[in-house]
């Protein structure tokens, strides 16, 4: 099965700011790349998606980036909001109907 | 429409007791799958259903749990004798089954076990 490392693991960021989480994975046959964002005491919540044939992908204040040859994705999320404030967790299945074997987590505080 | 349901949302068990929860899929998903997370923690994968076919349980932690979808829509996990380390909340989640398309997994409130 794949082994996902995530970094770091709490992050601290001041309102409008960026944040960035980073994911590692190990099997190169993972083709999928989910973040998940689950807030204290909810459901987790897929927030935004890659598949192993784009690079980039933007969904407004979203984006994520994959490095295929170096196995790693990272999640960037830019003019940050208090709502922000979440654990945030990435996958690396072999397809999007996959079981997930999520990340350790980054628990994101978004200061005001 | 309706999304992933749970329930019951909350148990509180005593030490030894069974316990059954339930999920309700989203209609017409043919992937189900459980996983249990602790405080603190991200959530584990337990078990998953393609339609009624349990095809992989690698996730359960011992032969006190066991879950089925006999119909392929409704699952129910069992845990028998429950212990103080099965306290956790129970996720459920469903998803379609489309190769070429999205298939995410739409996650259900879980379930809460607390065992005393």
């Known amino acids: 099965g794949e082994n996902v490392e995530q970094h770091p693991s709490t992050l601290s960021v001041q309102e409008g700011d960026s944040a960035v989480i980073k994911c590692t994975y190990s099997?190169?046959?993972?083709?999928?790349f989910p973040w998940y964002k689950q807030e204290l005491g909810k459901r987790p919540q897929l927030i935004i998606d890659?598949?192993?044939?784009?690079g980039e992908k933007k969904d407004q204040r979203i984006a994520v980036t994959l490095n295929k040859t170096a196995k790693h994705f990272s999640l960037h999320i830019t003019e940050t909001q208090p709502e922000d404030s979440a654990v945030y967790f990435c996958?690396?299945?072999?397809?999007?109907?996959?079981?997930?074997?999520f990340g350790p987590g980054t628990s994101l505080s978004v200061i005001p | 429409g309706a999304g992933v349901s749970q329930s019951p949302r909350y148990k509180v068990a005593k030490r030894g007791q069974d316990v059954a929860l339930r999920c309700d899929p989203i209609?017409?998903?043919?992937?189900l799958f459980w996983y249990q997370q602790a405080l603190g923690q991200g959530p584990e994968f337990l078990t998953y259903?393609?339609?009624?076919?349990?095809?992989?349980k690698s996730g359960l932690p011992s032969d006190r749990f066991f879950a089925e979808r006999p119909e392929g829509s409704v699952s129910t996990l069992k845990i028998q004798r429950t212990q103080q380390e099965d306290s956790a909340v129970y996720l459920c989640?469903?998803?379609?089954?489309?190769?070429?398309?999205?298939?995410?997994?739409?996650f259900g409130p879980g379930t809460r076990l607390t065992v005393l």
């Open positions: 989640a469903s998803s379609l089954q489309l190769p070429s398309g999205t298939s995410e997994q739409f």
């Open positions: 259903f393609q339609n009624e076919a349990q095809l992989d």
């Open positions: 996958a690396a299945p072999k397809t999007s109907y996959d079981k997930v074997i």
């Open positions: 099997d190169s046959a993972s083709n999928y």
């Open positions: 890659i598949r192993s044939n784009v």
């Open positions: 209609s017409g998903h043919v992937s």
